[in-house]
T-cell receptor
Framework: EAGVAQSPRYKIIEKRQSVAFWCNPI?????LYWYQQILGQGPKLLIQ????????DSQLPKDRFSAERLKGVDSTLKIQPAKLEDSAVYLC???????????????FGEGSRLTVL | AQTVTQSQPEMSVQEAETVTLSCTYD???????LFWYKQPPSRQMILVIR??????QNATENRFSVNFQKAAKSFSLKISDSQLGDAAMYFC??????????????FGKGTKLSVKP
């Protein structure tokens, strides 16, 4: 089966500009995550969707970041305006279920590397 | 809040030898899951092994095994017969079993493993 698809792989922008990242999860996966991975650190959750509803966006900087998952399939993460500290890799992951008795392995995309100058 | 700590930023092992990566975590919950993920330079996270906290038996996947010490909140990864393809960043991750945001992974900062031929 096809994996998690993300685009673009690389993006370079000036600070205060905007950028959008796209993610298409594995077919049938109800839960979708966006993680931010700053160089030298582990990924940190930005937002979690269950179908097209938000489960957790407590760590999303809502003054500049937004995300949507229309129709419960693919998702877009937007940053506007970007700051220097937003330079990171943005990882998308999906899983069939978010919890319960199953361990629900998360499947990750290759990520989108953002450089803000 | 749950935290995951990996105290070894970098490790090195000779090909065919054995190496152990350390991980400790902090949680007040009794039921949870623990994971080791591998992130090669291409950046796609791949699940290596997982452990359910309610299971006393340590998980094993081919050359990969864990030493799970629940009371000590320790979860180390042992890689036997190391291969060049094992070189990567390794992340320890925690996931709660129940409650809000279940399914979200909390990651450590990672350990960079180098394999010498």
């Amino acid at each position: 089966e096809a994996g998690v698809a993300q685009s673009p792989r690389y993006k370079i922008i000036e600070k205060r500009q905007s950028v959008a990242f796209w993610c298409n999860p594995i077919s049938g996966h109800a839960t979708l995550y966006w993680y931010q991975q700053i160089l030298g650190q582990g990924p940190k959750l930005l937002i979690q969707f269950q179908n097209n509803g938000v489960v957790d966006d407590s760590q999303l900087p809502k003054d500049r970041f937004s995300a949507e998952r229309l129709k419960g399939v693919d998702s877009t993460l937007k940053i506007q305006p970007a700051k220097l500290e937003d330079s990171a890799v943005y990882l998308c992951a999906s899983t069939r279920t978010s919890g319960g008795a199953g361990t629900g392995e998360l499947f990750f995309g290759e990520g989108s590397r953002l450089t803000v100058l | 809040a749950q935290t995951v700590t990996q105290s070894q930023p970098e490790m090195s092992v000779q090909e065919a030898e054995t190496v152990t990566l350390s991980c400790t975590y902090d949680t007040s919950e009794s039921d949870y899951y623990l994971f080791w993920y591998k992130q090669p330079p291409s950046r796609q996270m791949i699940l290596v092994i997982r452990q359910e906290a309610y299971k006393q038996q340590n998980a094993t996947e081919n050359r990969f095994s864990v030493n799970f010490q629940k009371a000590a909140k320790s979860f180390s990864l042992k890689i036997s017969d190391s291969q060049l393809g094992d070189a990567a960043m390794y992340f320890c991750a925690y996931r709660r079993a129940y409650g809000g945001s279940q399914g979200n992974l909390i990651f450590g900062k990672g350990t960079k493993l180098s394999v010498k031929p």
